[in-house]
Each structure stands twice: as structure tokens, then as C-alpha cells.
């Protein structure tokens, strides 16, 4: 997630840097899943995983609002 980032403000284009954003959040949404499957199939303990989850869920939306934001700010007005 990171990366995507960084590599996307060194983009020309702030819609080239809202892509890298949107990869970004696909990748922390498969990071929420792979996470919720290793919980489910046992390989990480509750206590481990709550905190995790918290973490991942919070990037998430964090990333989310920054896109939205970007892509409201771009929008031309009428």
C-alpha cells in the first residue's frame, strides 16, 4: 500500500495519483480478507487479530475519504 502511493504522487497527474490511491485501497481491502481468512481458519488468535482488523479497517476508510475527496475536488462545476 505504501508503494502504490508514494509511486503515485510521483505521478505527472493527480488522476494518475487517484489510481494509484484506488490500487492502494484494493490492496489494503485484500488485506482486510486474507486477514478475516486466517482468523477463521484458526491461524491467528482472536486477541491478534482484533487490533490487526482495527488497523486494516482504518486505512481503509482513510483511503477511501482521500479518494473521494480527490475525485469531488476534480469534478467541474456547474
Known amino acids: ?5 508514494v509511486e503515485g504522487c510521483a505521478r505527472e497527474s493527480e488522476p494518475d495519483f487517484v ?3 484506488e490500487i ?13 481468512l486466517a482468523h477463521r481458519l484458526m491461524y491467528i488468535s ?3 487479530y482484533e487490533p ?5 479497517c ?4 482513510v483511503l477511501s475519504a ?5 475525485r ?4 467541474p462545476k456547474k
Open 1 to 5: 500500500m505504501p508503494s502504490n502511493i
Open 46 to 48: 482472536p486477541r491478534a
Open 66 to 70: 482521500l479518494i473521494r475527496s480527490f
Open 19 to 21: 489510481r494509484f490511491l
Open 52 to 56: 490487526l482488523n482495527d488497523q486494516c
Open 58 to 61: 482504518q486505512t481503509s476508510k
Open 24 to 36: 492502494a485501497y484494493g490492496s489494503a481491502r485484500e488485506v482486510e480478507y486474507q486477514l478475516s
Open 72 to 75: 469531488t475536488r476534480s469534478r
